[in-house]
């Protein structure tokens, strides 16, 4: 029988509060950097999807993704390679 595994991301000092909205923001944000950076296939960037993966409820990414898209179409330049607020 296969044992499965399953992990979260890692405690960031970032991030002390039980509250982690921010923290599943900023991974969704860094994953999608290292993608920018390193291109589609880079096996570096899959540690951050994970971490993002186990941290966001799915609607939450759903919402990242749409926000991104309308604000990458509307400024003509990606979202991920300038300053979030």
């Known amino acids: 029988m296969c044992q499965v595994e399953i992990k979260t991301a890692p405690a960031d000092f970032r991030f002390p509060t039980t509250n982690q909205t921010r923290h599943c ?22 540690k951050f999807a994970k971490y993002y993966r186990s941290l966001c409820p ?26 979030v607020i």
């Open 58 to 83: 799915a609607e939450w990414v759903s919402a990242f993704s749409f926000t991104a898209s309308i604000v990458n179409f509307a400024s003509g330049e990606s979202i991920f390679l300038t300053k």
């Open 25 to 46: 923001f900023t991974r969704y944000v860094e994953y999608h950097r290292c993608v920018s950076a390193k291109g589609d296939d880079a096996g570096d960037c899959d």
